[in-house]
Structure formats: structure tokens, C-alpha cells
């Protein structure tokens, strides 16, 4: 019994661990309620995650409300322009399926593409902005290379939420549970499951220590 409440068992470390997610998840959901912080909400939530998973010992309201006043203009300044667009486009989709306009359905298609495109290119924005001091600009074209390289891992990403929005859909009594859960702690733990593999590609592609932190600012602090 002594080693199950040890502070380094792996049941121990794992209810703190689902501590820190139902905490994230609250400052996630209350954060992203005025629709435009959305994004600087999702760089934070990473930007702690990735903390966590480099091993740092961190406060996490405190550095979840640090990392997004200090993200939040770059956020902002991509994901409104992001959102604007998508929802263009989704409408666009939703316009030419119309039973009126049925002689110019296949213009569905050309739209799909490029709002799936614009999505896949954007997966890797909110996690890099959590790690690196970039410009905007940069970070975007960045992204969409990522996400043409690693085209597999974005594809399970988005099959993961896609995933949890079918299931929803089966019956009331899905969408009760699923709501729940993402209510409870379903962003922060499947924004968790994402960092792995956004952890390994930034390691693998951008030169990252194998820690996961960045190799400049570990150079900064040396005396």
C-alpha cells in the first residue's frame, strides 16, 4: 500500500495527472467563452501541457493565465481571420447543397477541399505559438509544411475529434455522456493525447531538445 500512495507510483502520478486535467479543463472552457479567445485559449492549454510533459513542476492556473496574456494578440490576430474563413466556407458548402441549387453541387467539392486543407494546415499554429517566439507569419507557413509532411498524424488527429463528435450524434444518451466527459476533462486530456505526437514531430523536425524544449533558450540561459 505504501509504494500505490507513493508520490512516484504510477497510480498516484496518474490521479494527479487527472487533477491537472480537470483543472485545465475549467480554465479551457471559461476562457474560451466570449468565441474569440478560443484560440488563445488553446495555445495556453498546450503551452501547460508541454510544461508538463518536459517534467517542470508548475502552478497551473498560474501559468495557464501567464501563457495566455502573453500569447494573446497573436492568437487573436490568427484565429478570427481562421474562424471567418472556415465559416465561409462551411456556409459556401451549405448554400450550394440547397435543393435550389442543385445544378451547381459539385462546387461542393472544390470548397470541401480547401476548407479541409486550410484545417489541416492550421493544427499545428496553437502548438507552436505554445513553444516558440515566432512571428505569425512564420509560424503559419511552418504549420502547413508539418502538416504535409506528418499528413498521417494530422489525419489521427482529426479523426480522434471526429470521432467523439459521431458518437455524440448516436443518441441523446451518447450526447449526454460525451458532454460530460469533455464538460469534466475531455479537452485537456485529448489535448494531452495530441501533444505526444506534436512533442515528437517539433523534436524530430524543428529541432528540439529530446526533452521537448528549445534549444535556443536553453543556450540563453547558460551563464
Known sequence: MRKFFSP???????LSLFCDWILLNVLFIICCLPIITIGTSITALYAVLFRKLRGEDCFIAKTFFKEFKSNFKQSILFWIPFLLIEAFLIFDIYIVRMPANEAYLFLQYPVSIVAFLILCGSIFVFPQM???DSKTPQIIKNSFLLGLSNFPTVILILVVYIALFLVAGLSPKWTAIIFSIMLFFGFAATANFCC?????IFIKCLGLNEDGSDPDEAEEEEP
Open 8 to 14: 512516484e507510483s504510477p497510480a498516484m502520478r496518474f
Open 130 to 132: 505554445a513553444l516558440f
Open 196 to 200: 505526444l505526437f506534436y512533442r515528437r
